[in-house]
């Protein structure tokens, strides 16, 4: 921007910049009235909406309980690994409820990691804690019913694969 844009931004008319250049000086000399008229200062104060630590176990104990349920948590991913395609080789009703019974607390526990880490509030929380504790064992009991009274879980994958 121009000289003269700054100025008649702070409110300087084009003929009194015209006459000398003493007024140019003096005017760009003092530059507290022109800058506040181009630019407005606002106190910008940053304050946390939380105070202390917000992540992570604040007790020896509840740090010794995440450790244990994150290993419980791989040691379930790890024989999910087996359990899949045994159950879809062999299909039966015991491995079938061995494979749906991991998947939904697979399943399960990683919900319940979402609502935990993204779901603020105390109601808010309890509310997605619930919803995710009756999504978990609508899923398991409307599994085992399709296990034992129809064809299983594992058929029914065979199946799926096998139309496609």
Not at 31 to 56: C, E
Request: glycine content about 6%.
């Amino acid at each position: 921007m121009s000289t003269f844009t700054f100025l008649r931004l702070a409110g300087v008319s084009a003929a009194r910049c015209s006459g000398s250049s003493s007024f140019l000086a003096q005017r760009l000399g003092a530059s507290a009235p022109l800058t506040s008229a181009v630019v407005q200062r606002k106190n910008l104060s940053l304050t946390p909406a939380k105070t202390g630590r917000t992540y992570g176990p604040q007790e020896e104990s509840e740090k010794v309980d995440d450790i244990h349920h994150w290993v419980n948590e791989r040691y379930v991913a790890a024989a999910l690994i087996p359990i899949i395609p045994t159950a879809l080789i062999y299909p039966h009703p015991v491995l079938d409820t061995l494979l749906i019974g991991a998947m939904v607390l697979h399943t399960h526990w990683r919900l319940s990691g979402v609502v935990q880490d993204y779901i603020h509030g105390p109601v808010l929380f309890k509310i997605g804690r619930l919803l995710v504790m009756a999504l978990s064992i609508c899923t398991f009991g409307s599994m085992c019913y399709f296990n034992y009274s129809d064809i299983g879980f594992a058929r029914f994958i065979r199946l799926v694969y096998s139309q496609l």
